[in-house]
Structure formats: C-alpha cells, structure tokens
C-alpha cells in the first residue's frame, strides 16, 4: 500500500498542483484510491494523515471540502482539530484553464514591493508594465484631487507558485488587485478575493470559461471575501450567495470607486516628494511612456504631477534635470510649442549658468531648445541656435561633444535647412548615420526617417525610395518609426502620382492611437493621392483631422496639432468643393497665421495663404498642405 | 488587568490536566480490584481533567461503587469537600453532589492513576451522607461560592461529565470476550490488503512536499494494526486498528455476507456498523470506525454462537 499510494501522490499532480489546488489533487487522489479495493478500503485512514501532513506545510482547506468527504464517510469530524486560522486566505488570486484538461485552476499571486515591475514569466500579463497602466488607470479614474499623486512611483514584483504558463488578459484585474492587497497588507476585504471580468478597452467585460473558473474558486477556497464581477451576468451572479461581498463593475471608473469607497487606493496616492528609489521607478515609466510607448499625454501628465509632489533632498539634480527635458520634448511631440519653448529656453539658462555644466550639456541644451522652434515654424531661429555656436565649431574639432549630441545638432540643424531649402541638409544627416552605424544603430531609423523626408520635399524620389527600401527592410523596425516609414511611403506614391495604402495603418483607422500624429500625417498624404474618390478622399482628411486632434488639448494653449487638424479641413474642403467648410477652415486658419511673437506661421504661409481664395479651390489648398513642413 | 471568566475557566482546566499527568506519573503500581480510595480516570468527551475517586462498595451489591468526582478546580462549593493537602499532597476537591454508581467492572485497574487515604474518603461519606439527608453545614465563604458563575459553569462541566459517564456505565458490557492488548496486534498486512508493488515512489520525484506527503501516508499506514478473525471459514473479518479507532474490513466471497458488527459509540451507546462493498467487489468496508472509549473497545459480530473481541490500548 506505501508503494501504490506514494506513487499515486505524484501521479495524480506536480508540487505546484499540491501546493495551489490541493482540493483538485485530493479529489483526483480519491478518484484513484476508489477504484481499487485494497486503497478504497484505507481512504478514510489515509486521507485524514494527508491533510494533516498538508496543513503541516502550510496548506490550507476549505471547510466546505473537508464537510464534503467526512459526508462521503472518508473523514471523521474529530480527524483535523483546526481553527479558524487553517481556513485559506490566499489573498486575490488568478483563475486559469487548462484547455487540455478543459480543469480550471486558481493561481494564487504572491505579491512584494519591487523597484521595478516585474512579473514571473508564466503569468499572462505581459508586459509587466501592464499592471501599473491598469493602476494608473483607476487612480486616474477618479478624478480626484490626490489624482495630483505619482502612484507611478510603486513597483512590484508578482510571483505564482502553480508553474503553468497561461495566455490572454482573464488574469489582469486580479493582478491590480493582489498588487493593491499588498499596498494595503492584506485587508479582510481581500483575503479570498477573485474578478470575473477583464478589460476590454474602458471597458471590464466577462472573462472565459466563467463558471469553470468560479467553481475552482469554491472548490479551493470554499466561501470568498470578495467577487468583482460584471453587471448583468447570470453565469457570474450564480456564485454570489459564496462570496461576503460582491461588486458589479463594467468599467475602470467603476472598479476605481469600489476601490475608493473601500479606502484601498489611498496607499497609492501620496503626494510626498518622491525620494530616491520612488523617482528611479517614476523616470522609468515616463521613458516607457515616452520613448518605447509613445504615448506622450499620458507621460505629459505623469511628467507634470513628478514635478508638482518634488523631490526630497537624496534625489540627483540631474535626474530632476533629465525629467524636465524629458517634459519639454513631450511638450514638443505633443504640439505645446510654447510650453516647449518656454521649458527648453530655461534649461538653456541653467546649463549656461551652472557651474556643473559642459560643453556636451549646452550642445543639448541648444538643441533641445532648437527643436522646440519647429513646431512654430520659427526655422531661421533654428539655424541661428546651432549652425555657428556649434555646428562650425563641430567642424573644427568633433569630439567637443559626445557623439549623441553631435546627431542631436545634426539632425535638428538639418531638418530646418531643409524646410528653408538651404544646402547641406543631407550631409549633416549622413554624418548622423556614420554616427548611429557604430554607436546605436537601433536609433538609425530616426536619423532615415528624417533623410527620406528630406528628400521627399526635395523632389529627390529616387533616392527617397532607396532610404525608404532600406528602412521597410528593418526587420525590427519600431511602432513609431515604422508608422512615419508608412507615412513616407504614402507621401513617396502620392509625389509619383500613384494611390498606395498600408494595410497596417488603415486597420488602425477608428482605434485609439497611442501617438496619432504619424497616422494623421498618413491619412492626409493618402487623402491627397491620385484617383482617389472625392468620399474617400474626404473621409481621409477628416480621419487625419480626428487623429491631430487626439493629443490636441482643449485649445487653451496653443498647439500646432489645432493647425494642422484645420488644414485637414481646408483639405477636406477643397477636394470636396465644400464651400461652408472652406469658409469655416479659411476662418480658422486665419486666427492660427496672425502674426504673432515666436511665432513665425503667418511668414511661412504668407504666399500660399494669400493663394486661398474664397471659393472652395483643390489646387490651392494642395499647394498650402505642401508647404506645411511636416508633410 | 481582569482575565474574562471563560479563559480563567480553560486556564483552570488546563492546569488541572497538568496536575493529573504529574499525579498519573506517580501512581503507585497496585494489583488488584478497584478499593476505596483508588482515583480512576475516564473518557468523557468534556474539556476537564476530573479523577473519579471510589468511595465505597454498595452494601446490597458489591458489584457496585460509588464514585465521586474531584479536581483540582480552585472553587469550593457547599457540597465539595477539598481533602487535606497535607494528606494528599496536592489541592484535590471532591464534588460530592455528583457521586454515581458504576459496576466493579468498569473501573479498570489500567484506568487507575492512584488514590488518597482512607481517612480522606471517611470526610468524603460523611459529607455524602449528610447530602443524602439535606443537612447542610456549609460556611458562608462556600455558600457564596455557590453562586459564582466560574463555579457555576465548572460544576455543570462536571455534572455533563458524571452523566456521560453514568450512561456508559448503565451500558457497558458484561463480557469482554477475547480481550486483546494493541501491542499485540500485527503490523503485517493481511494478504486481501496488500498491494502489488508499483511504479517508483513519489519521493523520488525530488519534490520537498510530496515526500513530506508521502511520509505522512507510510507513517499512518506503519501505525496501522491489524487482527484477523475467520469467520466460519466463509469469509475472513479484519480488524484495522489506529489512533482514533477501530475499523472492520471484510474479505470473503462476494456471495457471503459480511457478518453483523455491534460495537459502542462515545457516549456507551451500541452501534451496528453497515458495510459498503469495495469497487471490486472483493472487499466490504464498515462504516463507522469504532471509537477508542477509556482507552478500549469492545466489537460484538454476530455469528452464531456471538464472538466478542476486546482490544486495549
């Protein structure tokens, strides 16, 4: 009997199975003692030395399983001698299905403060990062004073212990949710908590296989403390009368005020300055946001809200310095251009004043500061701000700066000459590339993208649709370098009379872009292709429109993304012939070209401004759309 | 700092369970029948150390003793009596409004943990003796102990326990039959349980909880005991004994009907198990286990003439 039944323990499931679902296991090692005699006949000896010896290591059962097999005459009320403490309290856990087995298991999450985010490889919520958007999310969902807070600045590490990989988003609302246990140290609320729903968008809508899953639950852990489950969902609501609490959620913002009425969000929304290891873990999701992610209103605001709590004293100045240039260019990528300048003017004072400065911190400064000025299309300031302070002094003696400066002040200097049609462009470019090729080729599709542009607006086709090819070739080329590469692409058929579309980029119509400008770019250089339908046409440039205006603001500062969404309707207009829209557009057009100071788009529209007449005119229109530099 | 009244309760119970260990420890090996003074202690499914003490023989029926209950409880009431502790040793109070009578029988010399001078027990029916006429001659100090709630709840403690045992008494059974000691009965498994050997064992899968696992499942089947009794040459019934019990399992053809099982429950009442037939067929499980009660258990099967078997731990 030792041997048969020692084998049956390891037959029936893996130490990850025992240690998570021991209900599972026991009933399966039941099943398999049952159909035998000679084991049958010792179950109700052995079963009760095998919860002993699991409660022993920690492992915990549900009153309502341990009721179900002393009904089934296998145990003895008198066999465990346990108290309310041996009843599981696994936290908030996971539910998964094993479609090979068509078995539901929980998974419970083990939860510890990290300074980064990670989470074990066998968990579904990939990447990591995911957990603490969803955090974001309902803090943010609040619209609450604390929402000034930096929750951004928690990290944790999740941990599973059932050691089976799983697939798709059914696990994310109750990964924030073990997260938020443990920033709360487990309140009873949590103890035996499981979602039933997932996002889907704004959206929290019913997860797979719910009532496979919920029946885990009760199976491992018998009455729950908590169900998050969606409105109106029968085959959720079943399982109600097993839970202490329930709460029906069909959105974040509805999760975020079940979370607030319960005070579990207040650990996250201190507004302290951020000490060390909190702006380590805040800085690395704003690069995230910014540089990997693209999703620049969301970093503006993280951005805003670092600076409005502080740092403490331990913090690096040049952290807090590295923050707020990172806050101009977001200001820049999301078309504040005042605020871009005002922000890259004063790190320009600071750098030159400081005792601490360089040369290379200048140079960055500069041309952080030049960059900012081409949003207001303000091109000679640019060309004044780094041709002779630096570039002639480059000439002379490269190695003044580092490197990754020198490509900064390339490929800003460059992209000003070639809006003003000054020579030397594509050289400066090239000397990026030989720069990037040795020193961070991944960067090298910024640098080409820029060059392919170049040579678009110069007419230089040819040379455009090698630079083009040498990018599509890329086989890792990344989502905002590829969207612009498609961008191009679009702008290189539209300049050869040829109507060319990418099957990625109209399959994004209608979605939320994480940036929208690159598509908006797309979508007018489509519009403007040959043999396009006047609908289709249309239709287009009011999709560019709806895309400019994603990260546009309300309005109250002034933001090129407003510019070029009513250029999309002079666009519209004009191809359309549209005659009110064309006056409207006309109008709006107007109040962006007055002449204004650090502000150079009334010069720089001047003579196709004046083209515009009153009537509703495709050339013309295409004439002022060709002029505006980021086309 | 005021320790509510049920924790002082457990806290008295708990000491009194260590006092009774000591004193059980000290015991002094005696042979014989039961005698006045012997303290005894019994199963009675109550959170409480209580010694039995024999107070004497029923003067109609030697085969009767009464016995009263005392502990080491630090109320006394107006019908205790705490023996002299120069005499004893230790705080003993006898409760003497919870006397009962039980049969010599089953006052057994292994349930035995000591005894108190004969002089004590004379206080003792003095004082029985007075109850039994309704005098009284209780101090004001045991009077208003009397009305104490902590007094209260232990002396109904006490008087559940004198019931439980009163009823287990009334029923025990006359004849122990075949009485068998636990240390006799084999390890060896009878061949109808023993398994064909199997593929490798679990703890060789390197995993630190499923050999804790399988530990714990080759410890409870090596604490396992086993006796075999044939039954008429029709069948074979085998006694499975462990910590909480005895459980029948019989063997026998599937035509043969599993004998009749009589045995007790806790609280003295008989029990006829019913048996469940194996998924094979070939065995017969009876369900329920019969408890241990005062360290025995007593299985009646009902073959013709009736066996009884005794085993004791």
Not at chain 2, 286 to 311: H, N, R, S, Y
């Amino acid at each position: 009997m030792t041997t048969s039944n020692s084998a049956s323990l390891a037959a029936v499931a893996d130490e990850g199975l025992w240690h998570t679902n021991p209900v599972w296991c026991i009933d399966r090692l039941l099943e398999a003692w049952g159909r035998k005699d000679r084991s049958w006949v010792d179950q109700p000896e052995l079963l009760p030395a095998l919860l002993r010896s699991l409660l022993a290591q920690g492992i915990r059962l549900p009153t309502e399983a341990l009721q179900r097999w002393e009904s089934a005459g296998l145990l003895d009320s008198t066999d465990l001698d346990g108290d309310s403490a041996d009843v599981p309290s696994p936290g908030v856990v996971g539910l998964v299905i094993d479609h090979s087995s068509e078995t539901a298991w929980v998974v419970p999450l083990d939860i510890e403060p990290s300074r980064t985010w990670s989470v074990d490889s066998n968990l579904p919520i990939r990447p990591p990062t995911v957990l603490q958007d969803m955090l974001i999310r309902v803090v943010l969902a609040l619209d609450m004073p604390q929402a000034g807070a930096v929750p951004e600045r928690f990290a944790f590490d999740v941990r599973e212990r059932l050691g089976r990989r799983s697939y798709g988003p059914s696990m994310h609302i109750a990964g924030l949710l073990a997260v938020i246990d443990r920033q709360n140290n487990n309140p009873t609320l949590l103890r035996r908590a499981c979602a039933a729903v997932q996002p889907d968008g704004d959206r929290l809508v019913p997860v797979g296989s719910l009532d496979k899953k919920l029946g885990a639950f009760w199976r491992e852990y018998g009455r729950g403390s908590l169900l998050v489950r969606p409105p109106d969902c029968p085959e959720a609501s079943a399982y109600d009368q097993h839970f202490d609490e329930i709460w029906q959620v069909g959105s974040f913002q509805e999760l975020a005020r079940a979370l607030e009425r319960c005070e579990l969000l207040q650990g996250f929304l201190s507004g302290a300055p951020l000490d060390a290891a909190d702006v380590e873990t805040a800085h690395s999701c704003l690069r995230r946001l910014t540089f990997a992610e693209h999703r620049y209103g969301e970093a503006l605001n993280l951005a805003g809200r670092i600076q409005r709590c502080g740092y403490d004293s331990e913090v690096p100045a040049r952290t807090g310095r590295e923050i707020r240039r990172t806050t101009a260019d977001l200001y820049r990528h999301l078309g504040y251009y005042g605020e871009a300048e005002t922000l890259a003017q004063q790190e320009v004072r600071e750098t030159k004043a400081s005792k601490a400065s360089s040369y290379d911190d200048q140079a960055q400064a500069d041309a952080i500061y030049a960059a900012s000025y081409y949003d207001p299309h303000c091109f000679t300031r640019m060309v004044e701000l780094l041709e002779q302070p630096w570039l002639a002094q480059f000439n002379e003696n490269e190695l003044l700066v580092s490197p990754e400066t020198r490509v900064m002040v390339f490929n800003t200097l460059a992209r000003a000459y070639v809006i003003l049609g000054q020579r030397g462009w594509a050289e400066l470019f090239r000397r990026s590339e030989e720069i990037l090729r040795e020193r961070e080729p991944t960067d090298l599709p910024r640098t080409w993208n820029y060059l392919a542009h170049g040579l678009l607006r110069q007419g230089q086709l040819e040379e455009a649709d090698s630079v083009l090819v040498q990018l599509e070739s890329l086989p890792a080329l990344t989502g905002f370098s590829r969207w612009i590469c498609r961008f191009l692409r679009a702008e290189y058929h539209r300049s050869r009379g040829r109507k060319w579309h990418s099957e990625e980029m109209e399959a994004a119509s209608g979605v939320k872009k994480r940036a929208g400008h690159p598509f908006g770019f797309y979508f007018q250089a489509t519009a403007r292709q040959p043999d396009r339908s006047q609908v289709d046409a249309g239709e287009r440039f009011r999709l560019a429109q709806d895309l400019f205006l994603q990260d546009a603001g309300s309005g109250d500062h002034p933001n090129i993304l407003h510019f070029l969404a009513d250029c999309m309707r002079i666009g519209a207009a004009g191809w359309g012939n549209d005659a009110v829209l064309w006056s409207d557009a006309r109008q709006a057009l107007a109040r962006h070209l007055e002449p204004r100071s650090g502000c150079g788009l009334a010069e720089y529209y001047a003579e196709v401004w004046k083209a515009l007449g009153d009537r509703p005119d495709r050339d013309t229109a295409d004439a002022f759309l060709r002029r505006v530099p980021f086309f | 700092m005021t320790i509510p009244r049920i924790e002082r309760l457990h806290q008295a119970i708990a000491e009194t369970a260590r006092d009774l260990e000591r004193v059980a420890a000290h015991a002094p090996e005696r042979t014989g029948p039961p005698a006045a003074g012997d303290l005894f202690v019994f199963d009675t499914g109550e959170d409480a150390a209580i010694e039995w003490l024999v107070i004497r023989e029923h003067a109609d029926d030697p085969s009767l003793l009464l016995l009263a209950p005392g502990d080491d409880f630090p109320l006394v009431g107006p019908p205790d009596v705490e023996l002299p502790r120069d005499l004893v040793g230790r705080l003993l109070t006898v409760r003497c409004g919870e006397a009962l009578w039980v049969p010599v029988g089953f006052c057994q010399q292994r349930l035995r943990t000591g005894s108190v001078p004969l002089e004590t027990v004379r206080l003792l029916r003095r004082k029985i003796a007075k109850l039994a006429r309704g005098r009284s001659d209780a101090s004001e100090e045991h009077r208003q102990t009397d009305a104490d709630p902590e007094y209260e709840d232990w002396l109904g403690l006490v008087a559940r326990a004198r019931e439980r045992l009163q009823q287990r008494a009334d029923q025990a059974p006359i004849n122990l039959g075949l009485v068998i000691p636990f240390e006799r009965l084999t390890s060896r498994l009878p061949a109808e349980l023993a398994g064909e050997p199997q593929y490798a064992l679990a703890a060789e899968s390197g995993s630190p909880l499923l050999m804790a696992l399988s530990e714990a499942i080759a410890e409870a089947e090596a604490a396992t005991r086993y006796h075999e009794i044939d039954i008429n040459g029709s069948g074979k019934l085998i006694l499975q004994a462990t910590e909480s019990g005895v459980r029948a399992v019989w063997a026998g053809p599937a035509v043969a009907a599993a004998p009749k099982i009589i045995g007790r429950t806790e609280s003295g009442e008989t029990l006829e198990a019913s048996w469940q037939i194996g998924p094979e067929g070939k065995l017969q499980r009876a369900e329920p286990k019969f408890p241990w009660v005062d360290g025995q258990l007593v299985i009646t099967i009902a073959t013709e003439p009736p066996k009884t078997v005794t085993i004791q731990r």
